[in-house]
DNA sequence: GATCTACCTTACTCAGAGTAGGTTACTACC
DNA sequence: GGTAGTAACCTACTCTGAGTAAGGTAGATC
């Protein structure tokens, strides 16, 4: 029983849950509303222990956005592994991601709002995560289409990625839209565009 | 000589100097690290003289991208009205867009950033920026398209204002980029599609 | 059972948001 | 020109919450 009534934790143990408190209320109050007395309570530990774990309260956000991001990661790699076609590819993994986004709310929360930090770690955290899909995006579509403008693919990976961005944060306000109905919206315009669309 | 050394002002003309020097303030330091001793100091004037006028420092902040808004929405409305294909109101759209947060880089700042405030008014108020862009381009797009779907049409909405946004977001990085070559970059996956680059 | 160390606490400092209450310059009217 | 009224303004505070100093305690190891 050594994990009965026990008070001391192990340092790794003891910082997953501080994470895991802290990205729910980062993500119910929003990082600004939230104070480090209440996530030290919350997880039923004094103040200074945070500290000592993380730093600064922007230093346990980061640690909440890097974990946010590094599941991300997984789930949107995993997803595209099989892909047969540019559009194949494309389509799983918008899908992976609406389906992240629903599942995992808290989390993409934090991605989505914390990047108020101008030139603080923080923003840069969060862009990096942008960064991290944008890459993804840009190996992807490298393999399937003709590399001519090297600037415009980049563009063109970096508007995916603000594209599906946004139809998330739609998305949190249509709960009758099913992640593959969103993908589906998504291929429409990304993959055919607008002009097919137009009378 | 009104204008000359006087120290006292109406309060309309304060209120719009410190509208002005709050934008540079937040903008540069971000929100959270803006104090609002400096603003009253850079303004020439005492700290309850800001709470007087805007009531908290967030007002302050609101005031900022309410008047970013305002012009953003003149803009990007002017620039559409001769347009006589969707084509061609989508482009003209874009490159008013484009021009205006390379102008207006603090305003364009504000806009971009401080969505922080998750549950706060501030939040609501840059969606409301969005909801702004998004109701113009369905609005816009209302008049070309087959009416079909809805829902749809709202995605396709959204999704443009994503897309442009983070494409912004990528011309702050790339100063060789034109507003005319992003518009360019933008109407090419938006109005072609990425089909029509695939191998 | 002594000692060592990693986990944890109480009790502070300090910066910055927000406020109470008084002061001064401009204006209007006699 | 003088004086009453008010809009603009200030000094000097409170209070919340981030961050810290210094010390206490459980549990492993010998």
Redo the contacts between chains.
């Keep these: 029983m050594t994990t009965a009534k026990r008070k001391r934790m192990p340092r790794a143990e003891r910082m997953r849950q501080m994470v895991e408190v802290a990205e729910q209320v980062f993500?119910a109050?929003?990082?600004?509303?939230a104070s480090m007395d209440e996530i030290a309570e919350l997880v039923g530990v004094s103040k200074p222990m945070l500290y000592e774990y993380f730093n600064s309260k922007e230093g346990l956000l980061l640690a909440c956005i890097r974990e946010s991001r590094s599941v991300l990661r997984e789930v949107t790699e995993q997803a595209t592994v099989g892909a047969a076609?540019?559009?194949d590819a494309?389509r799983r993994g918008l899908l992976a991601f609406f389906v992240f986004i629903r599942e995992r709310r808290e989390a993409w929360?934090l991605l989505r709002?914390?990047?108020?930090?101008?030139?603080?770690p923080a923003?840069d955290e969060v862009e990096e995560t942008?960064r991290q899909q944008t890459d993804l995006i840009a190996a992807l579509?490298s393999g399937?289409?003709?590399s001519g403008d090297e600037?415009?693919a980049?563009?063109?990976a970096?508007?995916?990625?603000?594209?599906?961005?946004?139809?998330a944060?739609?998305c949190e306000r249509?709960d009758e839209?099913s992640p593959e109905m969103?993908t589906e919206?998504?291929m429409?315009?990304?993959?055919?565009?607008?002009?097919?669309?137009?009378?």
Tied chains: 1, 2.
């Design positions: 993500s109050r929003g990082y600004a509303a076609t540019a559009e494309l929360s709002h914390e990047m108020a930090l101008i030139g603080t923003a942008r579509m399937y289409f003709d600037l415009r980049e563009a063109a970096e508007f995916v990625v603000g594209a599906c961005e946004r139809l944060i739609w249509h839209v969103a919206y998504a429409d315009v990304l993959w055919s565009g607008l002009r097919s669309r137009a009378r």
